[in-house]
T-cell receptor, first 115, second 112 residues
Framework: EPEVTQTPSHQVTQMGQEVILRCVPI?????FYWYRQILGQKVEFLVS????????KSEIFDDQFSVERPDGSNFTLKIRSTKLEDSAMYFC?????????????FGDGTRLSIL | KQEVTQIPAALSVPEGENLVLNCSFT??????LQWFRQDPGKGLTSLLL?????REQTSGRLNASLDKSSGRSTLYIAASQPGDSATYLC???????????FGRGTSLIVHP
């Protein structure tokens, strides 16, 4: 069964540095998403992406964050000038149809640790 | 602002029991509700997606119901198995966008 893959599985970064989290969505999916889950907290939506542009974003997704689909397969989340509170699991997801109409398929996440 | 609450927070049952997980939401004007399963160290797996016009969805031993008027959904798991042990999350989209709001989840342990 096709999977969403995320790399790296664990990223350790010094505060203030930039990180790029990578995702390869399922190949025929058109909608892509990033979520985060701070340890012990709820899963939180960050952003959805369709047709090479952001379709929705949450209040969390401020100027520190950006997303990109640099080629036909990868979907990346860039976090600039990282802060301690950015430490969390970051999940990528994709779906064949619009969020809410089709189930989303999630990767296993990247654990981001900011020191 | 939509708030999603899941009760109980944790549940431990012997194998074979039928069980019910609860999800409540404050804004009944929802587009849909989705149940997910999350295994330790893994991402989320979509179990059932209920559109606002539907009252229930079934998949195998799982049945999810939706009552918008009371702001509730239940996930019924029949004949539970140790492999059902996981955290079950409820997520609701509402309020003019498709951004989902998640509950904290119910951590389920089914022991042999």
């Amino acid at each position: 069964e096709p999977e969403v893959t995320q790399t790296p599985s664990h990223q350790v970064t010094q505060m203030g540095q930039e990180v790029i989290l990578r995702c390869v969505p399922i190949s025929n999916h058109l909608y892509f998403y990033w979520y985060r889950q701070i340890l012990g907290q709820k899963v939180e939506f960050l952003v959805s992406f369709y047709n090479n542009e952001i379709s929705e974003k949450s209040e969390i997704f401020d100027d520190q964050f950006s997303v990109e689909r640099p080629d036909g397969s990868n979907f990346t989340l860039k976090i600039r000038s990282t802060k301690l509170e950015d430490s969390a699991m970051y999940f990528c997801a994709s779906s064949a149809g619009q969020m809410g109409n089709q189930p989303q398929h999630f990767g296993d996440g990247t654990r981001l640790s900011i020191l | 602002k939509q708030e999603v609450t899941q009760i109980p927070a944790a549940l431990s049952v012997p194998e074979g029991e039928n069980l019910v997980l609860n999800c409540s939401f404050t804004d009944s004007a929802i587009y849909n509700l989705q149940w997910f399963r999350q295994d330790p160290g893994k991402g989320l797996t979509s179990l059932l997606l209920i559109q606002s016009s539907q009252r229930e969805q079934t998949s195998g031993r799982l049945n999810a119901s939706l009552d918008k008027s009371s702001g509730r959904s239940t996930l019924y798991i029949a004949a539970s198995q140790p492999g059902d042990s996981a955290t079950y999350l409820c997520a609701v989209t509402s309020g003019g966008s498709y951004i989902p709001t998640f509950g904290r989840g119910t951590s389920l342990i089914v022991h042999p």
